[in-house]
Structure formats: structure tokens, C-alpha cells
């Protein structure tokens, strides 16, 4: 069956020092039924590596070539050595600011599935996407266009993370019948492509304003296995009780 998730995304926030405080705090989490996953800034994984601590972490960003002159980037097999196991791609802050479009985000796909790291992947639409109507269409999209190349084999290393625009960092929140509808959509969706076991085991997340008085409903939706928080990844205590949420 499939697992419950939840992943920290700290985005550009936090000093060294704060960032290993942090770390320290969430391995205390109680993670019997759930799956803990934190994504530092890149340069403090080294530091978080060192701890040992019992904590998943990953990279929020990378750079699809094995090397070369790519100035100020960095690679996945680099972050592999740093003790990374997984990575963040689509995220909409990459795919609105940095300009990542769905072609990009392929061939990041394919290469941190070549050195074996598990991708979350975010797909989600803007609001006025969503007010023509047609968020379905457009999420399917992304998901053509960046996964539907893999094989079955190859999707089981994907967690689904779907993060309408609109909710991230702005206090609004998808209702719980909007996250339920699009999740199962996507479900459906990796069903009709490959099959109806194998949609069955992917996890998919919610991301956008998730916090402690709302996570309980969304996680209590059928499709719903988990989140990828932003803000409320930066507490512990919130983020503790988002995973106490399950
Ligand atoms: C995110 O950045 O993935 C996110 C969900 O942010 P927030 O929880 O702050 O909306």
C-alpha cells in the first residue's frame, strides 16, 4: 500500500545554525505512519548529513547534466554524494520564476531516476486556470508532457506532489473537496495510462498553505497520502503537529 508523506520544502529560508536546529527538532518527530522528508537549502546538507540523524532529506533543485560548464549549478550525482535520496522537480517557484517548462523537467526527471534519487514532482495549476475550468486538462498536461515517458518500473520512484499556484504561501488553502477531486483525478489519470495497481501505490501530496488547523481534513481524503509544506515547515511545533495530522 501506499505510503503517508510529509515534506518540509525550507526553501531559501533559515542561517547554518538554525537549519541543524531544525533538522534536529523534526528527526524527533514520531514517523511510525508517516514518511519524513526534509528539504534544506543546498548548501547546509552537508552540515545536516553529518548528524546522522534519522531524517530523509533531499535536494530542492539540481542541474540535469552529469558536469561540465554549467556555472553555479550543481548535479544530482554531486548531491548523491552529499547523502541526498531525493529531490524536489516542478516546483512552481522553478517553473514561474526560474522559467523550468515542462520539457526541462523531463530530462531532470530522467536523471535523477538514472542515479536511482525518488523525485517528488509538482504539478499545479494558477488561479486563472482554475476559474476558466480547465485544471484537469492542465495538470494532465504536466504530467504528459514530464512523466508519461516512464515506464511502470520507473514511476514507482515518483511521489506526485499537487500544488495549485494559488495556495502556495498565500494563506489560501484548496477545501478539502478540491484537493479529494484533483487528487483522485491524477489518480485516475496514472491509471488510464498504466494501470489501476500501480496508481493505487503512488503517493500523492498536497502543497499550499497546509498547516496545523487544516492538514487533519486534507489528509483524512481518500487520495490524499500526505503534504509538502512550506511555511509551516520552518516550526518545528507546527510541523510536528501537521505530522501527528495522519
Ligand atoms: C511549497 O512551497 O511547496 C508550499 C506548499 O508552500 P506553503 O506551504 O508555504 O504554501
Redesign the pocket.
Known amino acids: 500500500m501506499r505510503k503517508n508523506i510529509l515534506a518540509g520544502?525550507w526553501?531559501m529560508n533559515l542561517s547554518e545554525n538554525e537549519a541543524i536546529q531544525l533538522a534536529k527538532e523534526v528527526s524527533e518527530i514520531n514517523m511510525s505512519n508517516v514518511e519524513v522528508i526534509i528539504f534544506p537549502p543546498v548548501i547546509y546538507i552537508p552540515s545536516i548529513a553529518k548528524l546522522g540523524l534519522n531524517l530523509k532529506f533531499g535536494a530542492q533543485n539540481f542541474y540535469p547534466k552529469d558536469k561540465g560548464a554549467f556555472t553555479g549549478e550543481i548535479s544530482i550525482n554531486q548531491l548523491k554524494d552529499a547523502g541526498i535520496s531525493y529531490v524536489l522537480i516542478g516546483?512552481s517557484?522553478r517553473r514561474t520564476i526560474l522559467k523550468e517548462d515542462n520539457e526541462f523537467l523531463k530530462e531532470k526527471v530522467n536523471a535523477a531516476l538514472e542515479l536511482d534519487i525518488h523525485v517528488i514532482f509538482?504539478c499545479g495549476e494558477e488561479l486563472k486556470i482554475r476559474e476558466q475550468g480547465v485544471e484537469n486538462e492542465f495538470v494532465k498536461s504536466q504530467l504528459e508532457e514530464s512523466l508519461f515517458h516512464l515506464t511502470g518500473d520507473q514511476l514507482k520512484n515518483i511521489t506526485i506532489?499537487y500544488?495549485p499556484i494559488w495556495?502556495?504561501?498565500?494563506g489560501l488553502t484548496a477545501s478539502k473537496e478540491q484537493a479529494e477531486a484533483m487528487h483522485l483525478y491524477i489518480r485516475e489519470t496514472l491509471a488510464q495510462k498504466y494501470t489501476k495497481d500501480l496508481a493505487a501505490e503512488i503517493s500523492i501530496l498536497y502543497?499550499?498553505?497546509?498547516n496545523p488547523s487544516n492538514a487533519s481534513e486534507l489528509f483524512a481524503c481518500p487520495n490524499v497520502d500526505g503534504g509538502?509544506?512550506?511555511?509551516?515547515?520552518l516550526k518545528s511545533t507546527d510541523f510536528n503537529s501537521i505530522a501527528n495530522s495522519f
Open positions: 520544502n526553501k516546483h517557484e509538482c506532489a500544488e495556495a502556495i504561501g498565500t502543497g499550499g498553505s497546509c509538502l509544506i512550506g511555511g509551516a515547515a
